[in-house]
Nanobody, 125 residues
Framework: VQLQASGGGLVQAGGSLRLSCAASGRTFSSYVMGWFRQAPGKEREFVTSVSWTGGSTYSHYADSVKGRFTISRDSAKNTVYLQMTSLKPEDTAVYYC?????????????????WGQGTQVTVSS
């Protein structure tokens, strides 16, 4: 699976940004897709993940982003999106998309097998 993330940038606190991650190489629908982030001087952390089974999606979020971030996937485009709203300076990080054959909840606990390159998100105060 090859993953290509895009959409990062500079935004003011309270603003919004949407990240995209295009997947290629394998059957998109059989993989759980997710987003992780790594802030300067900190370890990479789970942000959110989404699975797709029988036409239904299930998403899982880190507590720090619940209610502000929304993950979605477009199977026709083999793309997963991360809509980020009410951004805070502490959301500043390099964001990575990831994929694995697991569950949405398990992705938060085990490092995924496939990673895309990171995209920088900077939130100014």
């Amino acid at each position: 699976v090859q993953l290509q993330a895009s959409g990062g940038g500079l935004v003011q606190a309270g603003g919004s940004l949407r990240l995209s991650c295009a997947a290629s190489g394998r059957t998109f629908s059989s993989y759980v897709m997710g987003w992780f982030r790594q802030a300067p001087g900190k370890e990479r952390e789970f942000v959110t993940s989404v699975s797709w089974t029988g036409g239904s999606t299930y998403s899982h979020y880190a507590d720090s982003v619940k209610g502000r971030f929304t993950i979605s996937r477009d199977s026709a485009k083999n793309t997963v999106y991360l809509q980020m709203t009410s951004l805070k300076p502490e959301d500043t990080a390099v964001y990575y998309c990831a994929a694995d054959r697991t569950t949405a909840q398990a992705m938060a606990l085990m490092p995924p097998k496939y990673w895309g390159q990171g995209t920088q998100v900077t939130v100014s105060s």
